[in-house]
């Protein structure tokens, strides 16, 4: 079983920037395609970004694909989500999974890690 660690949240004022990390375990990592995903109290959790599994192919959510990148390193088994222009908006719980398809966001499999909290300030 794939055991995740996100991390690289925090507090920033809107306009800023953040980079988050997802580290996986297992020698499988690079045969997944991965995901990025976040969700605020109440909410349903939501795609944001994800990548085919040796980093050629991206999908993003239409609202964030100018913002947020998406990207891995298959040698250090993580994946990242690089936030720039943040906003209030985007203050959220960020998690990662992996995917059985990166086109398809209900393909996550797993259980999710505990994810990494993104406030922004106005």
């Known amino acids: 079983q794939v055991q995740l660690v996100e991390s690289g949240g925090g507090l920033v004022q809107a306009g800023g920037s953040l980079r988050l990390s997802c580290a996986a375990s297992?020698?499988?990592?690079?045969?997944?395609?991965w995901g990025w995903f976040r969700q605020a109290p109440g909410k349903e959790r939501e795609f944001v970004a994800s990548?085919?599994?040796?980093?050629?192919?991206?999908k993003y959510v239409d609202s964030l694909k100018e913002r947020f990148t998406i990207s891995r390193d298959n040698a250090k088994n993580t994946v990242y989500l690089q936030m720039n222009s943040l906003k209030p908006e985007d203050t959220d719980v960020y998690y990662c999974?992996?995917?059985?398809?990166?086109?398809?966001?209900?393909?996550?499999?797993?259980?999710w890690g505990q994810g990494t909290q993104v406030t922004v300030s106005s």
């Open positions: 999974a992996p995917l059985s398809h990166y086109q398809d966001a209900r393909s996550f499999f797993g259980s």
């Open positions: 990548i085919s599994g040796s980093g050629g192919r991206t």
């Open positions: 297992g020698r499988a990592f690079s045969w997944y395609d």
